[in-house]
């Protein structure tokens, strides 16, 4: 059956997943969300991916100590950022 396929996701697979969805679906991320939601420091547990979004895509996200904001441009390319 069905129901016997499948992978049990972890934790860090769950916060991730739900990290892409903000930024895919609402255009931003809260670090205030996720710290509520998921108890884990949002700057500190993705200060690598900050840092890189920071470098790599200026113009098409806004990297907030406590969020990332997509820019109009940025919107149009949701899922590399959220890459």
Known sequence: PPVERG??????DRLRAWVIEE?????????ELVE????VSFGQHF??????????CPELALVHADAIELTDLGRAFARNVAM
């Open 7 to 12: 992978f049990a996701l972890s934790d860090e």
């Open 23 to 31: 930024i895919m679906c609402n255009g931003q991320v809260s670090g």
């Open 36 to 39: 509520a939601r998921f108890g």
């Open 47 to 56: 200060a690598t991916e900050l840092a890189e979004v920071r470098a790599k």
